[in-house]
């Protein structure tokens, strides 16, 4: 009966390793696929950010010129 326990034991113990380490994987995994949709979202900001700027650019020489000096 000891040896069934302990290989029982043993067994058990190999499986709950495996079980940690898989989910370790999975939650790794969903981090990166978190990071790399808040990398997307800073560069579409970004762009739009840089779009308004070079458009408000645009709009304050396009006014300057209409003005005589």
Request: glycine share 10%; hydrophobic share 70%; proline share 1%.
């Amino acid at each position: 009966m000891g040896i069934l326990v302990k290989g029982a034991s043993l067994l058990g113990g190999l499986l709950v390793v495996i079980a940690l380490v898989i989910t370790l994987l999975k939650t790794l995994i969903g981090f990166v696929g978190f990071l790399a949709l808040a990398l997307k979202i800073i560069i579409v900001i970004a762009f739009l950010f840089l779009l308004a700027s070079v458009g408000f650019m645009v709009f304050r020489a396009w006014q300057s010129k209409d003005r005589p000096a």
